[in-house]
């Protein structure tokens, strides 16, 4: 889909931007350490080096490649009376004493000579000067491998990191492309149940508009069949509002604590008759005073859920039982009813929006909107429900923590 691959681009351009950006902060302040240390190395080299009479060797990093280094000595004319250091260098006077210049008509006692490739540092004696130079081409060509070696290694961990962005973009996409994929499922789901009813309205409305003259009893008959869709398309419009608001509702439901074995009660009391009149027995058995934190209204409905799912499945003379126990730190409570048993490979579907378990479902009141909405609800309270269907018994169980 387009809005999914625009949606990816910008979790990878985003992720690149902002690795790009890290990336080069932190190779950059590598690279300016390394070559602060090579400053700092190249004023110790110096600083050994302006000894009076010093023989001793410099290495670079305090061990392995020499380091060639010389010092003019100058009196007070600024003439070159002599030329100490370990390395001796085939360079003419003219050559000594352009470098002699340059040295002293510098404004800082210490610099480089980039044209060189030397580093110097200037030292005033009663007669004349002391001028140390160190050959920086070692150092230069250390900082230019450096920087590539950076460069390269940035763009290796650059190229991997993208590739990871590329596999973490479909991951972080997947939970709105299942969201996307379950509101299509909804509307077609919606959108099919809808069209029954008002096929049947529409149909009733054309007889009545071409029968004028038709049969009082028809007339009664086609407008209770309007009547009756429109209240079946009516009552699914409001189940399909709950489903949307109990979805949506979790950022805003106020949650306290409150007595579960009173509400569980209640709603037993309030289905008691219902039972009675279809020819049904409804047992229970809750145990006192657990209490739990969560929403009242939310709590109510998910029970009437279970208990309304259990009045509609029971058998003429079937039994139905509440359940409420606590289980060491959780709280568990179970709606079962006897009737045919759930196979495993419906159970998992039960809680789908629209879906009832088998054909007589369909022939009997209701959408198959009514568990989607109880497992939102116990979803928003961190619990789980579940369905279980044994030795002649569905149940369907609520955990929540105590």
Known sequence: MKELRQLRIKFVLSNMAIV????????FAVGI???AGLEREAERYLQESMEPGTAAELFFGGEGARIPHFTLVLNGDREIVGIEGQYR???DDALLRRLAAESLSAEGDSGRMEHYQLRYLRFPQEEGYRISYVDTSIGDSYAADMWRTLIMTGCFIWLGLFGVSLLLSRWAVNPVERSMQ???LFLADASHELKTPLTVIMANAELLGQNHEADPGDKHRWTSNILQEAEGMKGLLEEMLELSRSEARESLM???QLCLSDLVIESVLSFEAVFYQEGKELLSDVEEEIGCLGSEEELRRLTCILLDNAEKYTPEGGKARVSLQRAGSRIRLTVSNTGDPIPPEERKKLFQR??????????RK????GLSIARTIAEHHKGRLTVDSREGWNSFTLELRG
């Open 366 to 369: 209701g959408f198959g909107l």
């Open 33 to 35: 350490f390394n070559r």
């Open 182 to 184: 379950r509101e299509k």
């Open 254 to 256: 106020e949650k306290k």
């Open 89 to 91: 260098f085939q360079m």
């Open 354 to 363: 629209f879906y009832r378990a088998d054909p007589a479902r369909s022939g």
């Open 20 to 27: 790009t950006v890290l990336l080069c902060l932190g190779l």
